[in-house]
């Protein structure tokens, strides 16, 4: 068993290990962009696919990593794990069906609401408070499936017909273009000081220093890491200002 996941703010993260720590303690997570993802990818025959929803629907980055890897999926069993922070329909059926058009047997699917991600819009934003209870009732979910997953009883979020439905036309329909492809609205403010740690983290190699300041290409798969690791808050996407640096740490009980 292997756990391959896209992580912005680190609540998709969080979800994987805990779940995967409950589910195997000697199994591993590993981010999509890792070096050593494919071949992990090609060695295990089960496979927890974990990712955050985008305006009900998976990453650009998930379903290509799917798509660009399709000869490796035939025969594997697959768990779809998505996050979200209010609504995903069929936020884990989408990377299923794609999976199934490749040979992949689908065994499950995990919805789990966790604290917002989107960095730069005030809506959905709630108290530190509020966020530590939504990531308590998440664990406690994580917890209950897991049990469940161990007697052969996995969860089927997301994998119905109405769900598919309910995400078509709640958002993804109207909101289509924004995840149809990869973003190229990552703005960069001239706060920026050249520090370079977005440059570091970004999952699609899609920022560089240019004249000591950051400049973003084309290829922005919207997961927000550089938005709210940016120590000036110098990035923005879908907003102009950050509102909220929504990283999982921060809601974390010291």
Not at 31 to 54: R, S
Request: glycine share 8%; with cysteine; net charge positive.
């Amino acid at each position: 068993m292997i756990g391959i996941y896209l992580s912005g703010t680190g609540n998709t993260k969080h979800c994987i290990e805990k779940l995967m720590g409950l589910l195997d303690e000697s199994a591993r997570a590993i981010p999509i962009e890792g070096k050593e993802t494919v071949n992990l990818l090609e060695q295990h025959d089960f496979i927890v696919l974990a990712y955050p929803v985008q305006f009900s629907n998976a990453p650009v980055m998930v379903r290509n990593f799917i798509k660009d890897h399709s000869d490796l999926w035939k025969g594997k069993m697959v768990l779809c794990v998505a996050t979200m922070g209010l609504f995903s329909g069929d936020g884990a059926g989408c990377s299923a069906r794609l999976l199934k058009k490749y040979g992949a047997k689908i065994v499950g699917g995990l919805h789990i609401h966790m604290p917002d991600s989107v960095c730069d819009v005030k809506l959905l934003k709630k108290s530190i408070e509020k966020n530590r209870e939504i990531i308590k009732a998440a664990d406690k979910k994580i917890e209950n499936c897991a049990g469940k997953m161990k007697q052969g009883k996995y969860p089927k979020d997301g994998l119905y017909f109405y769900d598919r439905i309910a995400g078509l036309l709640c958002q993804r329909l109207w909101c289509y273009g924004k995840t149809k492809d990869y973003s190229d609205k990552l703005k960069i403010s001239n706060a920026c000081t050249g520090c370079g740690l977005c440059v570091r983290i970004c999952p699609m190699e899609n920022l560089v220093i240019k004249n000591s300041k950051a400049t973003a290409g084309s290829r922005c798969t919207m997961c927000y890491r550089c938005i709210s690791s940016c120590p000036q808050q110098a990035i923005t996407l879908l907003g102009n200002t950050v509102v909220e640096q929504c990283r999982y740490e921060r809601y974390v009980e010291r």
